[in-house]
Nanobody, 115 residues
Framework: QVQLVESGGGLVQPGGSLRLSCAAS????????MGWYRQVPGKQRELVAV???????HYSDSAKGRFTISRDNAKNTVYLQMNSLKPEDTAVYYC?????????WGQGTQVTVSS
């Protein structure tokens, strides 16, 4: 089994920054991609940013230029640095790990951008 533990969500004012972290443990041999998705009520979960074990990165259009994803393979941890946050970034952010075509999810962390 794979366990993903997220941290770093919270309330921030527009224009502010947050850093999300996700630590993976368990049967994580053969990790090929980790990343972040987000979801608001009534909408589908959407990709924010993903990074492969070789370092290839993909951002959503809304994340480009504002968010930075990184990973520490030695710690099996992925990070999402979010800058210039907007109210429309408000969502539950989920950590994702893709291994052998199977997706694993964290429990989610709430990010609220509001003045």
């Amino acid at each position: 089994q794979v366990q993903l533990v997220e941290s770093g969500g919270g309330l921030v004012q527009p224009g502010g920054s947050l850093r999300l972290s996700c630590a993976a443990s368990g049967s994580i041999f053969g990790i090929n991609r980790m990343g972040w998705y987000r979801q608001v009520p009534g909408k589908q979960r959407e990709l924010v940013a993903v990074i492969s074990s070789s370092g290839t990165i993909h951002y959503s259009d809304s994340a480009k230029g504002r968010f930075t994803i990184s990973r520490d393979n030695a710690k099996n941890t992925v990070y999402l640095q979010m800058n210039s946050l907007k109210p429309e970034d408000t969502a539950v952010y989920y950590c994702n790990l893709l291994r052998d075509l199977v997706n694993y999810w964290g429990q989610g962390t709430q990010v609220t951008v509001s003045s």
